[in-house]
């Protein structure tokens, strides 16, 4: 079975700073990896994935995420964040496709002017 | 990107009743979609996958006498909570996969929170 962890439940940061919001993953079989932000109430949407090929991922507004198989860690980064960037982000997992998404309790990005 | 709503935002009802929860991909079909609960400060939870014209499967340890799962049209699934108890108070959500050439994105509704009295 697969299962995922964010370590930290809450990330406060000053503007422009830096931020990683870290995701590691348990499985036996390899798995797609996804984040997901959810902005005060609206649904989840999609930040970006990892289904195979190059292990970095990027966003259009600035997120990346490294696909790291050794430490089964799926870390998300931004070099500089914005107010606007405030959320809860989901780290997510499947096998074999979008379907029966795993996800993790989440992490709350909270960014202080 | 696909819109997928759901109705009610919120809803209050009493021990012993039940509550129906909506869930309508407005601009897609979809075979099949997916219902979620989330407690508190914790994941997600798979409860069951809906598919359209036959039963919903359930995840293990998701009661289906207790969550009734209807997807009987192409754009609307219906979650409905019967003889509900305070331990079924909850955040629950929907997701409808749409598919359009070589991507496929699941795309989430907004959620409804149900407590129960």
């Known amino acids: 079975a697969q299962s995922v962890t964010q370590l930290d439940s809450q990330v406060p940061v000053f503007e422009e700073a830096p931020v990683e919001l870290r995701c590691n993953y348990s499985?036996?079989?390899?798995?797609?990896l996804f984040w997901y932000v959810q902005y005060p109430n609206q649904g989840l949407q999609l930040l970006l994935k990892?289904?195979?090929?190059?292990?970095l991922v990027k966003s259009i507004n600035g997120f990346e995420a490294e696909f790291n198989k050794s430490q089964t860690s799926f870390h998300l980064r931004k070099p500089s964040v914005h107010i606007s960037d405030t959320a809860e982000y989901f780290c997510?997992?499947?096998?074999?496709?979008?379907?029966?998404?795993?996800f993790g309790a989440g992490t709350r990005l909270a960014v202080h002017p | 990107g696909a819109v997928v709503s759901q109705h009610p935002s919120r809803v209050i009802c009493k021990s012993g009743t039940s509550v129906k929860i909506e869930c309508r991909s407005l601009?897609?079909?979809?075979?099949?979609m997916f219902w979620y609960r989330q407690f508190p400060k914790q994941s997600l939870m798979l409860m069951a996958t809906?598919?359209?014209?036959?039963?919903?499967?359930?995840e293990q340890g998701v009661e289906k006498d207790k969550f009734l799962i209807n997807h009987a049209s192409l754009t609307l699934s219906t979650l409905t909570v019967t003889s509900a108890h305070p331990e079924d108070s909850s955040f629950y959500i929907c997701?409808?996969?749409?598919?359009?050439?070589?991507?496929?994105?699941?795309?989430f509704g907004p959620g409804t929170r149900l407590t129960v009295l």
């Open positions: 990892y289904l195979s090929g190059s292990t």
């Open positions: 601009d897609f079909q979809a075979t099949t």
């Open positions: 499985s036996s079989v390899s798995v797609y």
């Open positions: 997510a997992v499947s096998v074999g496709g979008y379907n029966k998404l795993i």
């Open positions: 997701s409808a996969p749409q598919t359009s050439g070589d991507n496929n994105e699941q795309f």
């Open positions: 809906s598919n359209e014209g036959s039963k919903a499967t359930y």
